[in-house]
Structures are given as structure tokens and as C-alpha cells.
């Protein structure tokens, strides 16, 4: 991510957060204004144009999206007052503000980890994986199927809606790196740290908050757990959180002892 787009998102963010009346409508028209403008290179190089008055930029969207509610048009007209690294970044910049609109219109929601839940399926499901990221489904075939699938897993409309509008215009993205972008997204909005922790056995709920509250005295912040089941973890933990990785298993450290037996 370039400084120009860090500085467009984080003034972007602020005028979301200032925002009243945020509800799912608000998510659901700012992710077809990301694929709206995704799909047309004339939109998109218009509305990211450095060269352009910033005034000159939120008059095209007044007139392209003018029939959206007066919450959407106030967040699009933020963002594109800014000046983004380049178009592209302009479209991750209006899907990560409706990811965020999700997450305030149901702030009592897990959708952290239902998010969480549904790239564990995928994991676990090559040729659902292969389905939702092939370029030969339909758009539309592939967000339908995300919609039945979260509805048989009881998701809340957050989740669903951000799932299937991410399938629908992956962008050269892989599914579960989608839905990782997605968590990382929801959870800085609510200001949580996100640690995915593998383990053999899954861990009781006094395991749980123990864990928890070593890792949110490290890292001075409420954290949230995503906890994967994993046989080749043998014993003890390993937890990433971002770019940190804390080994503590079985399995590194007899790697660690094979390493030095073998030099």
C-alpha cells in the first residue's frame, strides 16, 4: 500500500466512523459502488485522476450515484477526494469502507469468526475453493452459493453479505485470501488483535481466556482467538498474530532438534 493510499483510507475510515445511519444498505451500496467502478476504466480513472479537482471528482459521483442513500454518498465522496497510489487501490479502498459498514451496521455480531468459520470450509473443500474461484462460474452463480451455504450455517447478514459480494468480484484474488483481508478488516474496525492459534486438541474455555489475556498483555489490546485443529501441531501451540509467530509445539521443536543434529 502506497502513503497516498494509507493517508486516502485512514481519512476515508474517519469520515465512516462519523457517519450516522450506517446500516447494511450502506455496506451493500458501497460494494456495488466498488464493483461499479472495479468494472469501468473510465469510472475509475475519473474518479482517481490526481490531476483532477477533488471537487471535479465528487461531482462525477453525485451524478453516477446519485440514487444512493445520503450515508453512501457522503463516504464515496470522502474517498474520492482523496488522492489514491492508483485506481486499483481506489476500488480496495471502497470495498475495505463497505467491509467496515458491515461491521458497524451489526457491532454485536462474531463476524470475525464466522468469516473465520467459512475459510476453514473452504480450506477443507478443494473443489468448493476451486468453484468460487474459477473464472468460469458466473458472478452472480458463485455469491448465490456463498448465500445458501451461510444460510445453512446459521451466518449472520454481515457475514453473508460481505462473502458473497467478495466472491462476486474476486479480482485475481484467492478466496481464503480474500476472507483473510476481510477478518483483518473487520477486527481493526472494532479494534481487536486477531491471533490464529493451531493446536491438536482444541482448548477448553479456561484455556481459552488464559491464552487470551497473555496475548492481549503482550500486545496491549483485546484479542480475538481463531483457533484451527491441527494433528501435525502434536502438542503445544503456535500462534500468529499479523507477522508474529509464537512456535511453542511439539512439532518445531523436534524440527528445531533434528536441525542440530543434523549439523
Given at each position: 500500500m502506497g502513503s497516498a493510499t494509507a493517508q486516502a483510507l485512514a481519512?476515508?475510515?474517519q469520515t465512516l466512523a462519523a457517519a450516522k445511519d450506517i446500516t447494511l444498505d450502506t455496506a451493500r451500496e458501497l460494494f456495488a459502488a466498488a464493483r461499479a467502478v472495479g468494472d469501468s476504466s473510465q469510472l475509475s480513472g475519473a474518479l482517481a485522476d490526481?490531476?483532477?479537482?477533488?471537487?471535479?471528482?465528487?461531482q462525477v459521483v453525485a451524478a453516477v450515484f446519485g440514487g444512493l442513500s445520503e450515508?453512501?454518498?457522503?463516504?464515496?465522496?470522502?474517498?474520492?477526494?482523496?488522492r489514491w497510489s492508483n485506481a486499483d487501490q481506489l476500488v480496495d479502498g471502497i470495498e475495505e469502507l463497505a467491509i467496515r459498514s458491515a461491521a458497524i451496521a451489526e457491532s454485536g455480531a462474531d463476524i470475525e469468526g464466522q468469516l473465520f468459520g467459512f475459510s476453514r470450509v473452504v480450506a477443507a473443500n478443494?473443489?468448493?475453493?476451486?468453484?468460487?474461484?474459477?473464472?468460469?462460474?458466473?458472478?452472480?452463480?458463485?455469491?448465490?452459493?456463498?448465500?445458501?451455504?451461510?444460510?445453512?450455517?446459521?451466518?449472520?447478514?454481515?457475514?453473508?453479505?460481505?462473502?458473497?459480494?467478495?466472491?462476486?468480484?474476486?479480482r485475481e484474488r484467492r478466496v481464503r485470501q480474500l476472507l483473510s483481508r476481510a477478518?483483518?478488516?473487520?477486527?481493526?474496525?472494532?479494534?481487536?488483535?486477531?491471533?490464529?492459534?493451531?493446536?491438536?486438541?482444541?482448548?477448553?474455555?479456561?484455556q481459552r481466556t488464559r491464552l487470551r489475556d497473555a496475548l492481549s498483555r503482550r500486545y496491549d489490546g483485546e484479542v480475538s482467538l481463531n483457533v484451527v485443529?491441527?494433528?501435525?501441531?502434536?502438542?503445544?501451540l503456535r500462534v500468529q498474530i499479523a507477522d508474529d509467530?509464537?512456535?511453542?509445539?511439539?512439532?518445531?521443536?523436534l524440527a528445531d532438534l533434528r536441525q542440530k543434529l543434523a549439523g
Open positions: 481519512a476515508s475510515t490526481p490531476a483532477a479537482p477533488a471537487a471535479a471528482r465528487q450515508a453512501s454518498r457522503a463516504v464515496l465522496g470522502a474517498a474520492v477526494a482523496e478443494p473443489e468448493l475453493e476451486l468453484a468460487l474461484g474459477s473464472r468460469l462460474g458466473g458472478d452472480d452463480a458463485k455469491g448465490e452459493l456463498v448465500e445458501r451455504l451461510l444460510a445453512g450455517a446459521s451466518a449472520g447478514a454481515a457475514t453473508t453479505l460481505i462473502v458473497s459480494s467478495l466472491v462476486r468480484r474476486p477478518i483483518r478488516i473487520v477486527s481493526n474496525q472494532r479494534g481487536l488483535v486477531v491471533a490464529t492459534v493451531h493446536t491438536a486438541t482444541d482448548l477448553s474455555e479456561a485443529i491441527d494433528p501435525a501441531v502434536v502438542g503445544g509467530v509464537i512456535d511453542g509445539s511439539i512439532s518445531a521443536r
